[in-house]
């Protein structure tokens, strides 16, 4: 069993920086990979990034690419995402998931509750 809670989202300018946290409780949790997703109005839930259990992997959408970097801690149990020259477009509520090393939302078993992300052009 793997609780998650996710933390750091808010309002920030285009262009600006976030950093996302996916703090974790269970000894098991790096036995799972950690996917972050994210949930804008009216649109279906999308894959942003991913990292294998060991943290060694890593894999960003292309919208991510270039701009989000995962970094992860299996000591402290957080998985961090650091997003950068943040858009409009990157507006939603980010989730982050344990579960198989995966870019489908389905491959993921725990979940975490969410935190909003709004960019303000």
């Known amino acids: 069993q793997v609780q998650l809670v996710e933390s750091g989202g808010g309002l920030v300018q285009a262009g600006g920086l976030l950093r996302l946290s996916c703090a974790a409780s269970g000894r098991t949790f790096s036995t799972y990979a950690v996917g972050w997703f994210r949930q804008a109005p009216g649109k279906d839930r999308e894959f942003v990034a991913r990292?294998?259990?060991?943290?060694?992997?890593?894999d960003y959408s292309a919208s991510a690419e270039g701009r989000f970097t995962l970094f992860r801690d299996n000591v402290a149990n957080v998985v961090t995402l650091h997003m950068n020259r943040l858009t409009p477009e990157d507006t939603a509520v980010y989730y982050c998931a344990a579960g198989t090393y995966s870019t489908s939302s389905t491959s993921y078993t725990y979940w975490g509750q969410g935190t909003q992300v709004t960019v303000s052009s």
């Open positions: 990292v294998s259990g060991t943290g060694y992997s890593t």
